[in-house]
């Protein structure tokens, strides 16, 4: 199921025209349950929650489900969201990271989440998946704030590449 079937506002209905804000800017709700895989096409699991950071005003941490069965078992990870890349063609989130690194990620369980607020919590997850602290997302082709790779995945053939700010960083959203 991707954004647009848990679209109860009509929020991405007028995007054949560009007039809408999906994927530019996107309703939290229609993110929760989406598919998150890696750039070899391996499912690594889905968004549960995402984590604002109300001091900073921006997203700080989608919380990703890996592993187990039928939701038994199941590993939580809490990954920046910088980390994170829309891919708007196959409506899905993009993780670059291989399944094996995925494992050995700093991760907990549904019943005794971490203190993410924390510095130590903030400086071990932004070392593991190679991001820096406190800042947004880039802007990616197709305008939405997110992950700060680079990548030919977007389907937007009329965004020219550029931000506002003209430095291709967004700190607030």
Known sequence: MSY????????????????GPGPRLMGADTLIGED????????LGDIKE????????????AVLSF??????????????????????LNKRFLLDVSKEHLKNAPGFDKDHWPDMASTEFSTEIHSFYHTQQNLGGARTASGSVMGSGSSSLQSDPGYSGSSESGSGRSGNL
């Open 4 to 19: 647009l079937d848990r679209d109860t506002y009509g929020i991405y209905s007028d995007t054949a025209d560009d007039s």
């Open 36 to 43: 998150v895989y890696n750039r070899q096409d391996e499912d």
């Open 50 to 61: 995402i984590m604002l950071d109300m001091r900073q005003g921006q997203v700080a941490y």
């Open 67 to 88: 592993g187990g069965w039928l939701g038994m078992g199941d590993k939580l990870f809490a990954v920046p969201w910088q980390a994170l890349q829309l891919d708007t």
